[in-house]
């Protein structure tokens, strides 16, 4: 029997006498240089039929071991039906970390310095997502962890993951840097920066993402998590300052950003793509098949949250939403909104200025309706306040129907039935003549004689609640 073996456990013993939840522990120590990770898992009554991992998983990780007995239950890369076992039977395996890294394969692990980056799949065997789970994690000095999962507040070595972390993806980085705590109204991010080592740059992409997410703060007069992840890895020049981020939500909120870290600070405030990340946060998980809601959502909302912290004057927002719906435009292929939707690269464009156009079109229906009482950040701060069920898949249909419901309208629903069938991108040429939008070539002008020129100059007019980030921004590392 191996000293981790006997170590695990014990601490296994030890957390069972003296904890009464019913949950699943893990127990999880990383290697003195990172190149391995041992995990012991151990179940709370009887155990499931099977566990599960990432596909890539196999390559690096040990077979599973209950006791001194290796597991032969059938098995795929990805799935592991388990024999019957005893109650509370603990089982453990091992992943060599450093050596998947090595690959540098961004989907699945890459080091950044003597950090590595890692689909936490990889080495977390995954339960029955009804089953929960805490995580003990053991860091060799030196070291330290960031994940989605949230910390318990009195042990910050214990992690308590929403149920999504046996259902969904998450990233984890450890290695030897600091993460930074941003408190926000209503939560907190948790930044940590890969590749930086500077103070200048450091304290430049910190006022990014604290401008990014106060902006977002605004919709709700709070962020929308608790708690979130935010991981900024440096790539060094590029041909932009963000090529590429995404948002991850395996076991709690994330948002990963890949970074140009050389340009300065006003070339990222001028970049889109960090208000369009944390806005997603603003809705539950969406399906894929739906993604014209949750990347419309984001898409518009890009643009307003720029308007309203001074980042773009508001004919400025007005053009970079143009731009975006022109896009939209010219990806039209003949097929439907749902069917795009359901496809590949070719229909991203269409489908995200689609929904986009959908959220700008009930955004001023509600606003028409109600005399602005009720507009698209109120509907979306209902649905959080009622159901924000962070661990449900959504359907558009259903999110959209419960959205009318508890604003008592059927907007939502109404522009869904207009544009979900429809082959063609959604005609905005009478929402912009009541606003006085107007369309000069490709240049947007806009004039007060339209009938509803308040309600366009009040989408974009800034929120009342002050961005923290505003004081800082301009300040000295």
Not at 165 to 194: H, M, V
């Amino acid at each position: 029997m191996t000293p981790w073996f006997k170590t695990s456990l014990l601490l296994c013993a030890l957390l069972a006498s003296s904890a009464s939840a019913a949950v699943d522990r893990y127990a999880v120590q990383f290697s003195e240089g990172l190149e391995r990770v041992d995990v012991q898992l151990c179940f709370h009554g009887k155990a499931p039929d099977r566990l599960y991992r990432h596909e890539a998983a196999a390559q690096h990780a040990s077979a599973i071991q209950f006791g001194e007995k290796t597991l032969t239950a059938r098995n795929t890369a990805t799935r592991m039906l388990l024999p019957e076992l005893p109650p509370n039977a603990c089982l453990t395996w091992h992943y060599e970390l450093t050596a998947a890294a090595a690959a540098m394969d961004y989907a699945t692990a890459y080091m950044v310095g003597d950090s590595v980056v890692a689909e936490t799949a990889l080495w977390f065997w995954k339960g029955p997502r009804e089953r929960p789970v805490e995580v003990r994690v053991s860091l060799p000095a030196g070291q330290q962890l960031s994940s989605p999962w949230p910390r318990d507040e009195g042990d910050p070595t214990l992690y308590r993951p929403e149920p999504t972390a046996t259902s969904w993806t998450s990233r984890s980085a450890i290695g030897p840097f600091t993460p930074q705590p941003i408190p926000l109204a209503g939560g907190q991010l948790e930044l940590t920066l890969l590749g930086v080592h500077d103070a200048a740059t450091a304290h430049k992409l910190r006022v990014w993402v604290e401008e990014s997410a106060a902006a977002t703060s605004s919709v709700f007069g709070h962020f929308p998590r608790a708690h979130t992840q935010v991981l900024v890895v440096a790539l060094g020049p590029r041909s932009e300052p963000v090529p590429w981020a995404h948002v991850i939500r395996g076991g709690g909120a994330a948002v990963q950003f890949y970074v140009d870290e050389t340009r300065p600070l006003e070339e990222f405030r001028a970049d889109w793509t960090a208000t369009h990340e944390f806005s997603h946060l603003l809705l539950p998980f969406v399906a894929r098949d739906d993604r014209w809601l949750s990347e419309g959502m984001a898409s518009y909302y890009q643009n307003v949250l720029r308007a309203r912290d001074g980042r773009l004057t508001e004919r400025q927002a007005w053009q970079a939403m143009e731009d975006g719906f022109q896009r939209g435009r010219d990806s039209v292929h003949g097929d439907t909104l749902r069917e795009a939707s359901r496809s590949g690269w070719r229909s991203t464009r269409r489908v995200y200025w689609s929904g986009a156009a959908m959220m700008l079109e009930a955004d001023m229906r509600l606003r028409r309706q109600t005399a602005g009482t009720k507009t698209l950040d109120t509907a979306l701060r209902a649905l959080h306040d009622c159901c924000f069920d962070a661990g449900k898949r959504w359907f558009a249909d259903e999110l959209l129907q419960e959205l009318d419901r508890l604003n008592n309208t059927d907007v939502f629903m109404s522009v869904y039935a207009e544009h979900i069938e429809a082959r063609n991108f959604p005609d905005l040429s009478a929402i912009y003549q009541q606003l006085g939008v107007e369309r000069l070539g490709g240049a947007i002008q806009l004039s007060d004689s339209g009938p509803e020129s308040v309600l366009r100059a009040a989408i974009m007019q800034p929120a009342a609640a002050q961005n923290p980030a505003a004081s800082a921004r301009d300040s000295a590392p």
